[in-house]
């Protein structure tokens, strides 16, 4: 398994302003996602972060308004900027580690944000 | 585009009753894998089993079982004997291989279990 770490466990922030959210693996993996859920709602794939690349982000996401970081195997930062109430969530960094046919995918213990 | 459907929102059962969280799920792709996941009120989520869309066998862990059956899209979860402890939203899954394994979500089933 995978342990991850992420910093802050939760924040409460004014609009306007921003938020960097990191995540911290314990080994090198191959795979960084991070993923919003909406209170009450399910998971939303934000982007994936790519080593030494720009992250790829999904239909919806703006690098202005997520700009994300990988500079290594064994972490990443997801910025939340210029915040508004509609971004309270909580944000889960996500990693997947090619070991073979028992593959799994773990998640971070979540950031949870509450803009105000 | 996939989808995973979730059609139970909320269910109750009461202690050491069994309870099945039903998931289907949509794609094209012939080569996939499902998930489970558990979310406690902690909120952390938990693995619980990755399926690839070619291993049909059904499996059990314990208390929990999943039956897949491509032939209806369905990758239904039972767990037997509920506790307590087994109360919290539970997720399936579906990412497609060939991809950066995005996983895409049901809507959840959130289950109560009492005493």
């Known amino acids: 398994s995978a342990v991850i770490s992420q910093k802050p466990s939760r924040d409460i922030c004014q609009r306007g302003t921003s938020l960097t959210i990191q995540c911290q693996v314990d080994?090198?993996?191959?795979?960084m996602f991070w993923y919003r859920q909406q209170p009450g709602q399910s998971l939303t794939l934000i982007a994936t972060?790519?080593?030494?690349?720009?992250?790829?982000?999904e239909s919806g996401f703006v690098i202005d308004k997520f700009p994300i970081s990988r500079p290594n195997l064994t972490f990443s930062t997801l910025t939340v900027s210029n915040m508004s109430p509609e971004d309270s969530s909580i944000y889960l960094c996500?990693?997947?580690?090619?070991?073979?046919?028992?593959?799994?995918?773990?998640f971070g213990p979540g950031t949870r944000l509450t803009v105000t | 585009a996939q989808k995973v459907t979730q059609a139970q929102t909320e269910i109750s059962v009461v202690e050491k009753e069994d309870v099945t969280l039903d998931c289907v799920y949509e794609?094209?792709?012939?080569?996939?894998?499902l998930f489970w996941y558990k979310q406690p009120p902690s909120g952390e989520l938990v693995f619980l089993i990755r399926?690839?869309?070619?291993?049909?066998q059904n499996e059990i862990s314990g208390r929990y079982s999943w039956n897949f059956q491509k032939s209806t899209s369905s990758f239904n979860f039972t767990i037997t004997a509920s506790q307590v402890v087994d109360s919290a939203v539970y997720f399936c899954?579906?990412?497609?291989?060939?991809?950066?394994?995005?996983?895409?979500f049901g809507t959840g089933t959130r289950l109560q279990v009492t005493l």
């Open positions: 399926r690839n869309s070619f291993d049909e």
């Open positions: 080994s090198q993996v191959t795979m």
């Open positions: 794609t094209r792709d012939t080569t996939y894998y």
């Open positions: 996500s990693v997947q580690r090619f070991t073979g046919p028992r593959d799994e995918q773990y």
């Open positions: 972060a790519n080593q030494g690349s720009e992250a790829t982000y």
């Open positions: 899954a579906l990412s497609l291989t060939g991809t950066a394994s995005k996983l895409t």
